[in-house]
């Protein structure tokens, strides 16, 4: 990152559109990346080289892979860990569930992915774990799941120390961020979502506990988690609320930045910036992924304005409110995020000069 965007640093949240040649990819070759060909790797590497021109073409400071490796952002963690069976659910599709105890499997491979992605990058890199709560709500599944593990508690908690094991090799690999999404944290904002539990306030605090347990003692790198209300592409958001909900337990993570999203209108007051610790950057969702409609640099300026009225510059990086492609069936083109990561681009050049 360049000394002109030490303030409002622009960044994704992590996963970029799949282009046609990546779906390809993956319907070629093998769903596990870590055993796949070396001829698989080599196009891999390839696209996401391109990947990251493109970010750093558009004026993106803090660049990723895409999560281009994977077709989905959770399934990093069958990569690290045996014990997943590939099922057909009704809720997320074809999708990995565990069905017997987790055990190392290929421990480091995301620390590599990482090596390879700031070899390629010409600033700062960012790389992404799923959380214990967002996988246990993902991958346990009543009625297939209980063998493994009788509870889906017992399952989070036996992700909390490979997940912990690869955060602090990604930390040795030199990435700059270091990021956990636990969306489904973010989802009890909404009344109808807690609803489903019997005791939402005991779910938010284990997520929290989870993410802290993985984090505790960590230095040497920016730690971040981002919340968000789920990202269903063109059908839109999963939850509405603002933050308030989910506010005390927010509180208590015990990291350096918050991703929290912004631009759609369920998001809530950005006023509630106020209420977050002071040593914490804050991750501004300014841009819209989910539709096609591309906001411009100056509708970009007046959101991030808006939030200025309740913290500072200095702790405010740029980005958009979700990743672009969290899953392998959002069909949002590529063209489309470049032209609101430029956008997003133009937007902190402006901010910089404008503000001290």
Not at 32 to 49: F, K, L, Y
Not at 97 to 122: N, Y
Not at 145 to 161: G, H, K, M, T, V
Not at 270 to 290: K, M, N, Q, W
Request: net charge negative.
């Amino acid at each position: 990152m360049s000394p002109a965007s030490d303030l409002f640093p622009t960044t994704v949240i992590g996963s970029m559109p799949r282009p046609p040649f990546v779906k390809d990819l993956f319907a070629a070759g093998s769903r596990t990346h870590a055993t796949a060909p070396v001829e698989w790797q080599q196009r891999m590497d390839d696209a996401v080289r391109y990947c990251v021109r493109l970010q750093e073409q558009a004026g993106i400071d803090i660049v990723s892979d895409g999560e281009w490796r994977r077709e989905t952002y959770v399934d990093v963690i069958a990569e690290l860990l045996s014990g997943f069976e590939w099922i057909d659910r009704e809720e997320f599709g074809y999708h990995q569930v565990v069905t017997r105890p987790v055990e190392s499997w290929h421990p480091g491979i995301v620390a590599r992915e990482a090596q390879f992605l700031k070899a390629t990058a010409c600033g700062q890199v960012k790389t992404c774990l799923p959380s214990p709560y967002l996988i246990g709500q993902r991958m346990w599944v009543p009625g297939i799941s209980e063998a493994a593990y009788p509870r889906r508690e017992q399952f989070c908690e036996a992700l909390i120390e490979p997940l912990r094991r690869e955060l602090l090799a990604l930390r040795e690999a030199g990435v700059d961020v270091i990021q956990l999404d636990e969306p489904h944290l973010c989802v009890l904002v909404d009344p109808q979502v807690r609803a489903r539990f019997a005791d939402p306030e005991a779910e938010m605090a284990r997520a929290v506990e989870w993410i802290n347990a993985i984090v505790a003692g960590v230095s040497g790198v920016r730690l971040a988690v981002h919340l968000c209300r789920r990202n269903w592409g063109r059908r839109g958001w999963g939850a509405a609320g603002g933050y308030e909900a989910i506010l005390p337990h927010i509180q208590q993570l015990e990291v350096d930045q918050l991703m929290l999203e912004f631009s759609i209108p369920v998001a809530g007051d950005v006023a509630i910036l106020r209420e977050l610790p002071p040593s914490c950057l804050i991750g501004l969702g300014c841009v819209d992924v989910r539709f096609p409609e591309i906001e411009s640099s100056q509708q970009i300026v007046e959101r991030v304005y808006g939030a200025l009225e309740h913290v500072a510059a200095n702790r405010i990086t740029l980005n958009p409110d979700c990743g672009f492609s969290p899953g392998k069936d959002h069909d949002v083109p590529l063209d489309e995020a470049y032209e609101k990561l430029k956008c997003l681009g133009l937007a902190a050049e402006q901010l910089r000069r404008e503000v001290s």
